[in-house]
């Protein structure tokens, strides 16, 4: 299969400008750029979760497989019950989860009967025990205690037999693993798992361990995308702290492409950046540096080295962050085979007034809380792209989009919250 280059993506992409390039166009473009992993594996359901599905699962029977009951009570013909006074039925047997009632039911019989339990033959009505009252061997309904048909569950009605029950794409969640197996199935195909190298690059970092010298900065971006990694479910591979030097950042960034579906790098490639990282990428691959409309996060380079796409991301801590969760971690999902699904937003009333110039889109970070029926988000403090506790206190990003200009106090904004059920 041959690529297309970045230069004809780029001409798919409407408004394509580097030098001022808004966030929607950057994730179009790198849509554009990335595609799925084609290799397959089949793992135990449980080892499915978080992966990504590769092929449909098309239920082979009907869940559930026949007729049961919802309820503990009594199976009955919903035709025999009395519109006016009590309904008196002869309790002809037993039916439990399980083990079905075999015999037959006769005009004015009930089968007694426990939730999950097979529905007997020619019954379509569970009446909850309840609502009713014994009087020797017979129930007695009380009118309008239930409607024909209430608390049967249908055959089927969970799953029909051939019915896609997971599709294609799909990221498994809890629920999944559940459902594959009330279909019988122990094993479930999905995409190999993405390899993803990372490494930072600048002679003012040290790693944890190393004594701090006056002018230096502990490497911390390697941890915070370690945790974006980790929590993406890919393969992490950590090339630590590269010099800027020439032959090392060569070497490294060919290590990383042979190992890797995807190299990411932080620092190094902004505008007056006067080391070699940007020399090496250029060199060693086809990529191109951007100017994103976007703060925080400006500058980002994009490309391929090898086969491996590369994403070379500012080196302020918060701006790794954001830049990942804006452009990497939608390209990670679609190259492991997911499908695309835009993120969930709170819509906030924002505490404080916040000023903003349409042509850029901004993120702030803020707490989002409860407030009467809906949410409010408080910005405000340290909002600087190198401030790394305020990512750590806020529980959402508020995103302030290309357009859009300043907020008043109360005026509603969107927000990604940090967590979510699953
Ligand atoms: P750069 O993009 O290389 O100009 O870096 C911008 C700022 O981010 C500088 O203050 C760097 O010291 C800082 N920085 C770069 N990489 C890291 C890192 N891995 N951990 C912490 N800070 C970093
Ligand atoms: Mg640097």
Request: glycine share 12%; aromatic share 4%; proline share 6%.
């Amino acid at each position: 299969m041959t690529l297309p280059s970045l230069e004809a993506i780029a001409s798919c992409v409407s408004g394509y400008d580097p030098h001022a390039l808004p966030v929607p166009q950057a994730q179009e473009f790198i849509a554009r750029l990335v595609a799925p992993v084609t290799a397959v594996e089949q793992v135990a359901i449980r080892a499915g979760l978080g992966r990504v599905l590769a092929r449909d699962i098309v239920s082979p029977i009907d869940v559930p497989a026949h007729d049961n009951s919802a309820m503990d009570g009594y199976a009955l013909r919903g035709a025999e019950l009395s519109a006016q006074g009590d309904t008196a039925l002869r309790i002809a047997g037993r039916g439990l989860a399980g083990d079905r009632f075999e015999g037959n039911v006769g005009a004015g019989e009930a089968v007694r009967i426990t939730t999950g339990a097979v529905m007997p033959a020619g019954l379509d009505t569970v009446v909850p025990q309840e609502f009713t009252r014994l009087e020797g061997d017979r129930v007695i309904v009380p009118a309008g205690a239930v409607k024909p048909g209430d608390n049967r569950r249908l055959a089927g009605e969970d799953l029909a037999r051939g019915e896609v029950a997971l599709a294609a794409g799909r990221r498994l969640r809890p629920a999944d693993p559940g459902l594959s197996a009330s279909l019988g199935q122990g094993e479930v195909p999905v995409f190999r798992r993405l390899r993803v190298a990372f490494f930072s690059t600048g002679d003012e970092l040290r790693s944890v361990g190393e004594p701090l010298e006056a002018g230096c900065v502990y490497d911390s971006n390697r941890y915070t995308l370690w945790g974006m990694l980790a929590r993406l479910g890919v393969e992490i591979i950590d090339m630590g702290v590269v010099r800027d030097e020439p032959s090392a950042l060569a070497a490294t960034f060919r290590d990383a492409a042979a190992c890797a579906d995807a190299v990411i790098t932080s620092g190094g490639v902004s505008v007056g950046e006067a080391d070699h990282t940007k020399q090496i990428m250029k060199q060693l691959g086809d990529v191109l540096f951007w100017r994103i409309a976007m703060r925080p996060g400006r500058p980002m380079a994009i490309g391929r080295i090898g086969h491996a796409i590369l994403f070379g991301l500012p080196g302020n801590p918060v701006a790794v962050m954001v830049t990942f969760y804006a452009f990497v971690r939608d390209a990670l999902l679609a190259m492991g085979g997911a499908t695309p699904e835009p993120l969930p937003m709170l819509r906030a009333a924002c505490t404080t007034p916040i000023r903003k110039k349409p042509g850029r889109t901004e993120y702030q970070r803020g707490r989002v809380q409860r407030a009467g029926d809906g949410w409010e988000v408080r910005v405000g403090g340290a909002q600087g792209s190198g401030i790394l506790r305020s990512m750590s206190e806020a529980n959402g990003l508020v995103v302030l989009h290309h357009a859009q200009g300043s907020v008043e106090a109360g005026g509603l904004v969107d927000v990604i919250p940090f967590d979510g059920l699953i």
